[in-house]
């Protein structure tokens, strides 16, 4: 399982360490990511995802999760949230 949010593609990042006596040693960032089950008013379910607390932000300040997969680029999702994006894209067509 990847260290990535799969609405917002963050992921690791690397810096350092650094000691009283500025000695530096690699170190890698890890984002606060959560398992989190979204209700999309669209589709009527749950789905579930590995998403940043960040994002889970992200997504109540845009009004859910149907709302922020609309506005998100397909080059940050992940191929699972990809999927749900398209889901409800033909759900709101048919409707």
Known sequence: MSRRCELTGKGPMTGNNVSHAK????????????????????????????ISASALRSVDHRGGLDAFLAKAKDTDLSDNALKVKKEIAKAQASA
């Open 23 to 50: 000695n530096r040693t690699r170190r890698r960032f890890l984002p606060n990511l959560n398992d989190v089950t979204l209700q999309s008013e669209t589709l009527g379910r749950g789905v579930k995802l590995r």
